[in-house]
T-cell receptor, first 115, second 112 residues
Framework: EPEVTQTPSHQVTQMGQEVILRCVPI?????FYWYRQILGQKVEFLVS????????KSEIFDDQFSVERPDGSNFTLKIRSTKLEDSAMYFC?????????????FGPGTRLTVL | GQSLEQPSEVTAVEGAIVQINCTYQ??????LSWYQQHDGGAPTFLSY????GLEETGRFSSFLSRSDSYGYLLLQELQMKDSASYFC?????????????FGSGTRLLVRP
C-alpha cells in the first residue's frame, strides 16, 4: 500500500540554524500539507500546497518557513533560522483530489529538537 | 473559527466499550473525522461522518449531530493495542485547501 515517507526521523539542530525536512507524498495525490505537533498537544495546520503553490498558510507559518516541491516527488519544509519553540514533531500529509471524505494520509513524522 | 474540545484522558478495561466525545464550535464544516495516533506515531484515519448519524467500521463507530454540535467515537471490544490518542478533526467550509483542524485529543488507556 502506498505511503507517505519522511526524512529524517529525528533532527537535532542549534538555535539559529536552518533545517530542511523532507517528505515524499503518495504519488498520485494532489494536495500536500505540513502539520506540527508540540509534545503532548494537538496537531496544528501549518501550510497546504496545491498545483505547485501555497494554497493556504496558518499564522504559525511566518517568514522563517518555506515549502517547495522541487522535482515532482519531494515536498520540503525549510525553517530558515530555528527557534527553541520550533521543537516539535512535523508531519507531512497528502490527499487525492476532491474525494468524498476528508481523509489525509500522514507520514511518520520528523522530530525536530532545537537546542 | 473552529474549536473542537475533547476530554483529555479516558481509561477503560480490555473488552469494554468506550465513548470519546467531541464538542465543537465552528462556523461550518464538511464532515467530522477521527484519527488515531499511537505514541511517537503518525495520525491514521479511522472514521468519517459527512451526515448526521452513526457510521460503523468494524469495532469502531462514529456519530455526528450537527444540531447538537457534537460527535463521538465509540470503540467496542477494547484491546490493549487501542491505547492511543484519538483526535476529532474537521475540514472548514469555505476552504479550498482541504486542511484539517484537529481537536485537543483524548488519550485512551486500556487496562487489562
Amino acid at each position: 500500500e502506498p505511503e507517505v515517507t519522511q526524512t529524517p526521523s529525528h533532527q537535532v539542530t542549534q538555535m539559529g540554524q536552518e533545517v530542511i525536512l523532507r517528505c515524499v507524498p503518495i504519488s498520485n495525490h494532489l494536495y500536500f500539507y505540513w502539520y506540527r505537533q508540540i509534545l503532548g498537544q494537538k496537531v496544528e495546520f501549518l501550510v497546504s500546497f496545491y498545483n505547485n503553490e501555497i494554497s493556504e498558510k496558518s499564522e504559525i507559518f511566518d517568514d522563517q518557513f518555506s515549502v517547495e516541491r522541487p522535482d515532482g516527488s519531494n515536498f520540503t519544509l525549510k525553517i530558515r533560522s530555528t527557534k527553541l519553540e520550533d521543537s516539535a514533531m512535523y508531519f507531512c500529509a497528502s490527499r487525492p483530489g476532491t474525494g468524498d471524505t476528508d481523509t489525509q494520509y500522514f507520514g511518520p513524522g520528523t522530530r525536530l529538537t532545537v537546542l | 473559527g473552529q474549536s473542537l474540545e475533547q476530554p483529555s484522558e479516558v481509561t477503560a478495561v480490555e473488552g469494554a466499550i468506550v465513548q470519546i466525545n467531541c464538542t465543537y464550535q465552528t462556523s461550518g464544516f464538511y464532515g467530522l473525522s477521527w484519527y488515531q495516533q499511537h505514541d511517537g506515531g503518525a495520525p491514521t484515519f479511522l472514521s468519517y461522518n459527512a451526515l448526521d448519524g452513526l457510521e460503523e467500521t468494524g469495532r469502531f463507530s462514529s456519530f455526528l449531530s450537527r444540531s447538537d454540535s457534537y460527535g463521538y467515537l465509540l470503540l467496542q471490544e477494547l484491546q490493549m493495542k487501542d491505547s492511543a490518542s484519538y483526535f476529532c478533526a474537521v475540514r472548514p467550509r469555505m476552504d479550498s485547501s482541504y486542511k484539517l483542524i484537529f481537536g485537543s485529543g483524548t488519550r485512551l488507556l486500556v487496562r487489562p
